[in-house]
């Protein structure tokens, strides 16, 4: 017995023993990984929150960005108010695009952790200063500057890909994607219900108060409070990075040692633009984020918009009704539940095809909801509305593990902010391109091709369809012998 079970102990001891470093905070996140069992709930909830900081004050000024132009007295026509919306959602992403690929350096050379805690204090400053905003020009400032110092989208799918062990790696990059995708529910959630508070709640909020004067700044407060508690809980987050050039392979994650022990040695190229599954992977992400972008700029637009216009004609909350169903409950349960299973069964880039190939139908039928009316408006619109987040966010989900697989973890950072710079001019053309798309819709709508808002649906699909072409090759390579990308 005593035999047996020294042989089965034997059997269990690895191969290759992994070398830890004393002092280094990458080890230590390694060497816990190793001895930790069963799921790593705190830190997906850890990551969750984190993203959901960063990604609330994006979306959330959407469903009120039209009455806010409005008030600014800055559009001479109706028409217009869409180009000027289309600006101030662009200057978010035009900040981040300049700046990501120097966060993603620094990422690589003085961690991941200090990146976050700038991310999420740049929250709490300028977002709480956007919703001051008294006119156009100062809104676009305050976004630019957020965007500008928001460079944590970047290192920490580094970091999520280095938090967890091998077979977590799919749900905790997909953590990511679900955080992003609820963001983009919540955050406009928070904009509909909380914007303009002395006009729907004028027995709570005089137009004489705070609140009163500043129609806007009551959902930006609420999500500057929120990141103020993500702050400081981030001061606990343990750091991955590495802190030694030794033999810093043999701590890689990935198990790239392992592999080239077995005999099949995968050579890295040095310079990443050169990187091509890399590269790859990142033109099909700018094309999806171009596409997601301009979509959500162009819904909360054609959600308020007038019935004469083509738009459903609701207000700031409607809207916020709209995104709020479920609090995002159907995407969280999809993610966490459903997707590592497809994941598994049919890859990330099989993903990412049916979900592009499923949205082009969807969105083709958004112009024909405005026709309808009373419950089956209601209902038809939130099922579209959440099905639509659910396929962008499996698209996102499959992306980001093609780009953290495509290279070692030392250059993780400076990859991750190539994509966040890519992806970042490619998003910050999406509401300026949907709005002005929007308002060009708008004076159409007595044309014989394609009327009004169905034009508007038609270029979002056109986009969506060229995402998807761009998933086969020889557009995509995928990176040789990486696990999470096996099909």
Known sequence: MAAAAAAAEEHTVPLLKKQYYENCPGCKVDEQKELKRGLPIREFLSIWTVVLCTVLPISSLFPYLYFMIRDFNIAEKEEDIGYYAGYVGSSFMFGRALTSVFWGLVADRYGRKPLILLGTSSVVIFNTIFGLSVNFWMAVITRF???????????????????????HQALGLSTISTAWGIGLIIGPALGGFLAQPAEKYPTVVSKDSLFGRFPYLLPSLAISVFAVGVTIASFWLPETLHNHKENRAACDDSYDALETASGEEKKQPANLLRNWPLMSSIMVYCIFSLHDMAYAEIFSLW??????????????QNVGEVLAVSVGFGLLV??????????????????????????????????????????????????????????????????????????????RGAANGIAMTAMSLFKAAGPAGGGSLFSWGETRQDATFLPGNQMVFFVLNVVEAIGVLFTFKPFLAQPRGRTATTQ
Not at 303 to 315: C, E, F, I, N, W
Not at 355 to 380: D, N, R, T
């Open 334 to 411: 999809f993610q966490l539940a459903l997707y590592p299973y497809a994941e598994r069964l049919l890859g990330p880039v099989m993903v990412c095809r049916i979900a592009g190939v499923l949205s082009i139908p969807l969105l083709a039928s958004y112009p024909f909801l405005s026709k309808l009316s009373g419950f089956s408006l209601i209902v038809l619109l939130n099922c579209a509305s959440v099905l639509k987040n659910l396929l962008s966010v499996s698209i996102v989900t499959g992306l980001f593990m093609l780009q953290n697989n495509a290279v070692e973890q030392h250059q």
């Open 303 to 316: 959600a308020v918009s007038p019935r004469k216009l083509g738009g459903l004609g609701y207000s700031t």
């Open 145 to 167: 500057l957020l965007g500008c110092l928001n460079g944590l989208l970047g290192p920490i799918k580094a970091y999520a890909s280095e938090m967890f062990r091998a077979e």
